[in-house]
């Protein structure tokens, strides 16, 4: 897997998710923590590592009360921070590899918490809204242990070992569960070094001329007008990319990233490998961290509850798990189904899913429709369906009836100027491309990225980790404007490691066959930003 089991059979994480408002009195303090993994450790192990995180995050508020803390590096552990919403923090701690470059980037550890987060939100609402609902705090920590262990565990009944060949002669395997990490057997696999040439919290958009443009475009409008005198939005995803959108940024990327994983012709294929830049990866990828696994006893699962109890099973609460694998289906209409949102009370129809829009806070119907590799999710306000699930029935055939024959246009049009799963490579290059102001990136795709060398993969990691760091004092330094960086290192392998940062937009790349000038390095990317980013990244 690329690393040596010495070098991490003594690693371990901890993830914990805790509310600085509670537990305030002595006896109390188990009452402050609403999520932990591993649930079996003894409740005493967990208040310890809370109650340091806690112990850490308010003294660094001496010397920086307005910025939260991130990250703490000590000698044995990083720990990463996440101020998820006021006085509620994700905390997750890895122990240190032995190796002398770092396997992991802390920002990449930490897009993992805010990853949780927005999607837990987009389903559920905020953690304080369940708080409020149920102060006792049983409510929120069965919604918690659900979906959490459900996003770590994710693929876990589907196939995982996908192998291909790395060029430094390892076995590289694809993880299904795209770069964040799950349960295989008690392995806990987080991202590595290996996924340098990613960036988590971005959609991947699919590149299509005017003419498909414009067809896409007049299917956007025929889809709203669809939906009569009720706002909705739309989402359109060809394969595993974004064509079109009518959402925030912040909801596209929640929208887009559930899609991926579940509702995408790739996702519902059980057992088919996809080549998607974000499920596809390799195991390498994923670095094995030994997580400790405790089997949760009856005390841990009274206190969180456990996540293999059925909504049917809960008398107690209900608890939609939608992150649960292999219960989505393509019906005969071609709307995708599910039952993991109950039925309608009263009949045995199964209710139509629903998500909490993060720009305007609404509660709105998700609809899903599928034409070969086309994939449509149409919102709906919740209030402006009054006989729900007969009026979004209503809706759903008023789609069909209007949009059905642009739909099948556009699927045919993308489809003839489809490249393929390598669409994007660039020969000679191994790159990633990121637009910070509009949450786009574009990447070699992962099988390219597998023939890198391991000693050209942790100089990128490293570079990355510098190019970060660096951001980040410009962040607390409030600089008003976008600081233009560009560094480039030298590997052990004599590969050339190049990061270019200016005016929001970012550009990593690797060159392995770049001759031993740092001039014939400088000007191969000069080629590439000329030929691929307009420029944007050209010295001139």
Known sequence: MGLSSAATENESVELCIFDLRRGQHEGQELDKILFFFPAGLPFSKQLSVVGLSEGLITFTRIF????????????????????????????????????????????????VLKEIHSLFVMFHGTIRTLLEKEPGGGLIRRHLYSFVMDYLRACKKRPPWNNCCCGNGEVAVSNDFIWIYYLVGKKLLLPSFRDCLKEQGTVQMLTIGREAAIEVQ???????SSAGNMP?????????????????PDDTINLFTYAVLRLTPQALSVGVSSWSYLRKGNTASSVAIESNIAIPSSASESFYGSSEVSPTEDSQYHVVRPLQSEKWSKGKDGYLVTDLWGAEVGTWVFATPTVWLRQTGERMYLCAYQHRNLTLLLLIPVSSIANGEQ???????????????????????????????????????????????????????????????????????????????????????????????????????????????????????????????????????????NKYCDGTFSLD
């Open 232 to 248: 909705c939005y739309s989402l359109i995803l060809f394969q595993d990319l974004l064509v079109s959108t009518t959402l925030s």
């Open 64 to 111: 920086s009360p307005e910025a939260a803390c991130e990250v703490i590096e000590a000698e044995r552990h990083s720990h990463i921070f996440y101020e998820v919403e006021p006085d509620i923090w994700m905390v997750m701690v890895v122990e240190k590899s032995n190796d002398s470059e770092p396997i992991w980037r802390d920002d990449a550890l930490r897009k």
């Open 391 to 529: 009026g979004v029935s209503a809706v759903k055939q008023q789609v069909l009836e209007q949009a059905s024959l642009k739909i099948l246009k556009v699927e045919e049009k993308l489809s003839k100027g489809w490249g393929g799963e390598n669409a994007y490579h660039v020969s000679g290059y191994r790159y990633l491309l990121v637009d910070g102001d509009r949450n786009v990136s574009r990447a070699t795709p992962p099988t390219k990225v597998a023939t890198l060398t391991k000693e050209s993969l942790l100089a990128m990691n490293k570079l990355r980790k510098e190019v970060e760091l660096e951001k980040s004092r410009a962040k607390l330094d409030n600089v008003g404007c976008e600081k233009d960086m560009e560094v480039c290192i030298r590997a052990k392998n004599n590969a050339w490691v190049i990061s270019r940062i200016t005016r929001g937009r970012e550009l990593y790349m690797v060159l392995e066959k770049a001759n031993e000038t740092l001039l014939y390095a400088t000007d191969a990317v000069e080629k590439f930003s």
């Open 218 to 224: 007049s299917l956007v409008r025929v889809l709203e």
